[in-house]
C-alpha cells in the first residue's frame, strides 16, 4: 500500500505546446512534445501512485493510505471506458488544477491538485499530450473502488473545503529571483509537491502555511521538516548532498531515504535532469526556517560506534522471545549487515546507525516502519528486509527503543501501541480523531441549520 497525506494522486505537467482548444479531442503532437510530457509525469511521480502491485502502468487500484482511510487510485490511461481517453484539454485542466472529474465530481485531495494548480496552461497541454498519445490504453477497472466511512464519502463536501483552503492560482515567477531559483520554487510548489507530505495539517487538512515544509504526517510515516533551519531542518546539508539524496545514491553521515521517500526518488526524482535536481535542491536550501524549540541537535548527529557484546556473551536466550533484550535482538537481526558497534559497511551502501535521519528525529514511526516493512526500491537492490513476519510487537518495541538510546535520540520512544498500529500498512495512517471531527461538525452544522429554519419558520409565522 502507497502511503500519503490527505493529498495525493494523479499526475503533473510542464512544457510548452501549441495551441489546443478543449472543444475537441487532441490532435496528434509531435513525439518530441509526448517524450516532454512523459519527462513531466515522471516529475509528477504519476506512476507511483497509479500503478497497482503487478498491475498495468497508470491503470490503478493501489491503495493508498489516509488519514479517513484507503484511497484506491483510478485508471488514468487513454481508455475511453475506464480511464481519462474521453477527457478533453480543458475536464484534463480542471482535474489537475481544480480537482474536478470530467463528470464534473470532486476529487478527493489525495490528488495533489492543491500543487499541480501552480502548473501553467501550456504545461497542463503537453502533460495531456502524453497521457492521451504515450500512455498504454488498459480497458480494465480497478478492482477496488474507495468506499471512505461517512462524511468523507460524500464528494460534494469537498467543495466547501475546496473553497475554504484551496488556491488555483498558477505559479508566478519571482522576479527578484534567479531563474534556476524560480525553476526550483515551480517544481517544488508544483510537480514535485513537495508540501503535500512535509507541512504540517490544520484540524481541517489544510496545510498549514505559517509552516511550511515544516514536517508532516504521511500514512504512518514521518514526512521530517525540510526548511533551511540547521537543527529542525536540512539547513546543515549542502546543495551537493541534496542532489545526491534526490538521486538515490548514499549520503554518509545522514542515513537512506525509505517509504515514500524511496519511492518518490526511485520512480520520480533520480530521472529528473542534473539541472532540475539542483534547481530543487537550491530552492529547497532557500525556505524559510521552521524551528522545534525542542531539537537539540540535527537529526544525523546523534550517536556513536558502540557495542553491547558483553552482555550477550554467554547470556542463555530467554525461552519467552519476547523477553530478548535489545543487545540479544540487535546481535540477532541487525549486527550482520550493521555490524558490531553500528557503523555499517564503508561508503554508507549499508548504512551507519549512528548519524542516520531514520533514528534522530523526535517521530519514531519512520524507525518502526523499516524494522517491520524494510526499505524497498525500484530499479535497485532493496538491502534492507521486512521482519514484521519475524518479529513481535513487543520484540519490535525492544528493539526499537535500544537502537534510540544507543545509536540515535535517547528522548524519542517507542510504544507496542504504535507498532501494533504501524504494522498494518491498511490503517498505519488512519485517523480516528478526524472521523469523529468531522461526524461533530457536521452534527453540528445540522443543528444550527435545524435552528436557522426553525428561527425563519417563527418570524414568518409572526408576521
Not at 135 to 163: H, K, M, Y
Not at 211 to 226: F, K, Q, T
Not at 275 to 302: C, E, G, M, T
Amino acid at each position: 500500500m502507497k502511503t500519503l497525506t490527505f493529498t495525493h494522486l494523479f499526475a503533473g505537467a510542464l512544457l510548452a505546446t501549441t495551441a489546443w482548444t478543449s472543444a475537441h479531442a487532441a490532435e496528434p503532437a509531435a513525439g518530441a512534445e509526448i517524450e516532454r510530457g512523459r519527462y513531466l509525469a515522471t516529475a509528477g511521480d504519476c506512476i507511483a501512485c497509479h500503478t497497482a502491485p503487478g498491475g498495468k502502468p497508470m491503470a490503478g487500484g493501489l491503495a493508498l493510505a489516509s488519514p479517513m482511510g484507503p484511497i484506491y487510485s483510478t485508471n488514468i490511461t487513454p481508455s475511453k471506458t475506464q480511464g481519462i481517453g474521453s477527457y478533453t484539454l480543458e475536464q484534463f485542466t480542471a482535474a489537475l488544477r481544480h480537482g474536478k472529474r470530467a463528470d464534473g465530481a470532486n476529487l478527493y485531495p489525495a490528488m495533489p491538485y492543491t500543487a499541480y494548480a501552480k502548473t501553467s496552461d501550456e504545461d497542463i497541454a503537453a502533460m495531456y499530450a502524453y497521457f492521451l498519445q504515450g500512455v498504454s490504453a488498459v480497458d480494465e477497472a480497478p478492482a477496488r473502488q474507495t468506499d471512505l466511512p461517512f462524511p468523507f464519502n460524500i464528494r460534494a463536501s469537498l467543495g466547501l473545503w475546496n473553497a475554504m483552503f484551496h488556491d488555483a492560482t498558477p505559479f508566478k515567477a519571482d522576479l527578484s529571483q534567479t531563474p534556476e531559483w524560480n525553476r526550483g520554487a515551480y517544481l517544488s510548489q508544483g510537480l514535485a509537491h513537495c508540501t503535500t507530505c512535509h507541512t504540517p495539517r490544520t484540524a481541517l487538512m489544510a496545510e498549514d502555511h505559517q509552516r511550511s515544509l515544516g514536517g508532516g504526517e504521511v500514512g504512518g510515516w514521518h514526512a521530517p521538516n525540510i526548511t533551511s533551519d540547521k537543527t529542525s531542518g536540512i539547513g546543515g546539508w549542502s546543495v551537493e548532498e541534496l542532489v545526491t539524496y534526490m538521486r538515490g545514491l548514499p549520503v554518509p553521515g545522514k542515513g537512506p531515504a525509505a517509504g515514500p521517500m524511496a519511492e518518490a526518488i526511485d520512480h520520480s526524482l533520480k530521472h529528473l535532469t542534473p539541472q532540475d535536481l539542483k534547481a530543487i535542491a537550491v530552492y529547497i536550501q532557500s525556505v524559510p526556517a521552521v524551528a522545534n524549540d525542542k531539537a537539540r541537535l540535527a537529526a544525523d548527529r546523534f550517536g556513536q560506534a558502540r557495542d553491547d557484546l558483553d552482555s550477550v556473551r554467554g547470556t542463555a536466550l530467554p525461552r519467552d522471545f519476547d523477553a530478548l533484550t535489545g543487545p540479544q535482538l540487535y546481535d540477532a537481526y541487525c549486527a550482520s549487515c550493521h555490524q558490531a558497534q553500528g557503523q555499517g559497511s564503508d561508503g554508507d551502501g549499508l548504512p551507519a546507525l549512528f548519524h542516520n535521519t531514520s533514528l534522530g528525529h523526535a517521530n519514531s514511526n519512520n524507525l518502526v516502519q523499516v524494522l517491520l516493512h524494510g526499505i524497498h526500491r525500484v530499479g535497485t537492490d532493496s538491502v534492507m528486509p521486512a521482519f514484521a513476519h519475524e518479529l513481535s510487537d513487543r520484540q519490535v518495541t525492544t528493539l526499537s527503543n535500544y537502537l534510540l538510546t544507543t545509536y540515535g535520540n535517547p528522548e524519542a520512544k517507542v510504544s507496542e501501541a504504535q507498532v501494533a498500529k504501524l504494522r498494518d500498512p491498511a490503517t498505519a495512517g488512519t485517523d480516528a480523531t478526524l472521523l469523529t471531527l468531522a461526524r461533530a461538525g457536521m452534527a453540528v452544522g445540522a443543528v444550527a441549520l435545524l435552528a436557522l429554519i426553525a428561527w425563519l419558520m417563527r418570524r414568518r409565522r409572526q408576521r
